[in-house]
């Protein structure tokens, strides 16, 4: 048997059970409300844990996560101003070590007034 023969004969199956009498197809129909009503009544309902009571703070269960939460916020938001700070000296000190060299340079005041001074200043450094 192909498979084309195969779905003609559960075609068959299908519509000879549209052939039912009405007494079979009230208790299939009676069967089925009575299935999705305990199915209903029996399903978990998904909600978060903290929204019955506002903030959630009062949850037992849930007070050690928010905590834990709030800390790991306060920790990255530390180290993210650390770090910013320390770029920001880092930057600082480059500029003061640049502004040195250029002072107590052997150049004349003249090469400072020099339009290509810049661009060998900014070649120098890279």
Known sequence: ???????????????????LNAAALS??????????????????????AWAHNGAGLSSRSMAPRLLLSGLLLVLGLLA?????????????????EIDAAVLTGDLPIDAYMDKGFDAWLKSSLD
Do not use: D
């Not at 700070?85 to 000190?93: G, L, M, N, R, S």
């Open 1 to 19: 048997m192909n498979e084309q023969q195969f779905g003609y004969r559960i075609k068959q199956g299908l519509n000879q059970g549209l052939t």
């Open 80 to 96: 993210t101003n650390y770090w910013y700070q320390a770029q920001q000296a880092q930057q600082a000190e480059e500029t003061l």
């Open 27 to 48: 208790r299939l129909k009676a069967a089925r409300e009575m299935a999705l009503e305990h199915q209903r009544a029996s399903a978990p309902l998904h909600v978060l």
